[in-house]
């Protein structure tokens, strides 16, 4: 048995809502103690600034450009998650020497993985010097340099996660509806596929906010009172990411909202909740065996007209759906604690990832590590 470290993992996901925070004690292989979790939301306008960089990131070709803002926008972000530690560690009672290793997600404001190339926005090195403890960050890019899609990686920290799930058999395919969603499928020998499946919130949270001034659909209350537009949801689901022969990763405007055009406020909603649910069903069609048990984590798994549409899916298949609580997890805590053990795994040289999980060629680590 490796030695156990205590890690942080810090995700800033592609729905940009936050900076999510938690506390892995882990060997980075099959041993994991979950500890606390702490969302801290930005503000509107910071959020707001983070969206523009989108559009600023477009026109960068290799990954270390920050053109016009981008680098006032990645120190502000750093230091909002130096804030974020410092918050986290408060309100838990911890010391920052107790905490052996940082894993710093960034924000993605660029991915393409045709071109090998994804940008992180994130400063290792000044996160390290602000919180005093060692950070791996830019964990990505090493496998694209390999040959792999650069994500998803949190199928590794759900592979050590599947031994330990509640009254479930394998195999078991875990989903996080995220901006974007994707899954990861353990088979009954532990083998592991996994890839990005579709839009997840992200279309509905643009469309929401265009149409109705608000981040997202609650509960999935507008998308409860309308109907789906089957034109408008097969624009969506017969696009050729779902049938090629490879699967590849997603970044955040792969698929982009409809105008007010296509349809009212409530049927667009539902329509695009529609697709959601649909489109992990339809990706997982390239899975290995179908599979019988859905795992739902992400905030996705609080919009109840994409749960109800993906248990109805699944049901045709004989399937289930349950949310990460159900299996004894905390659904909004997984990508944060996935990156603290991800740190460990490269702290001890371990793979991140697998030619199952991104298609890279062989399977390698990852992250640089920055010290204090
Ligand atoms: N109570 C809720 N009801 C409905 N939807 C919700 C709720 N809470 C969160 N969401 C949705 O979940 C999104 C955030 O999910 P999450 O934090 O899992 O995404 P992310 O980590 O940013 O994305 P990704 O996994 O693609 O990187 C929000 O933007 C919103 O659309
Ligand atoms: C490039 C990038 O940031 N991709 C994210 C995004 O959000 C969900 C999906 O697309 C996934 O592939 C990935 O994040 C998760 C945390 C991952 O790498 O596992």
Known sequence: ??????????????SMDGIDVALVRTDGEARVERGPFLGVPYDPAFRDRLKLSLEGAKSILRRKQR???????ERELTLRHASAVTEFLDRCGLDRSSIDVVGFHGQTVLHRPDDALTVQLG??????????????????AN??????????????????????????????CFVNIGGISNLTYIGADGSIVAYDSGPGNTLIDQWVETYAGIPFDQGGMIASEGKIVPELADLYL????????????????DFLPP????????????????VAAASIIKSAGHLPVTPTLYIVCGGGRLNRTIMRDLADLAARQNADVISAEVAGFNGDAMEAEAWAYLAVRSLEGLPLTFPGTTGVKEPVSGGI????
């Open 369 to 372: 590590l920055a010290r204090p």
């Open 67 to 73: 053109p016009g803002e981008l680098a006032t926008i």
């Open 123 to 140: 400063d290792g090195p000044l996160l390290a010097s602000e919180t005093g403890i060692p950070i791996v960050y830019d964990m990505r």
């Open 238 to 253: 017969e696009s050729p990411f779902f049938t090629a022969g490879k699967r590849r990763s997603l970044d955040r405007n």
């Open 143 to 172: 496998d694209m340099v390999h040959g792999g899609q650069g994500a998803p990686l949190v199928p590794a920290y759900h592979a050590a996660l599947s031994g330990t799930i509640r009254d479930a058999k394998l195999p078991v």
């Open 259 to 274: 105008s007010g055009a296509d349809a009212e406020l409530a049927d667009g909603a539902r329509t695009l909740a529609y």
């Open 1 to 14: 048995m490796g030695k156990i470290r205590t890690a942080i993992g810090l995700m800033s996901g592609t």
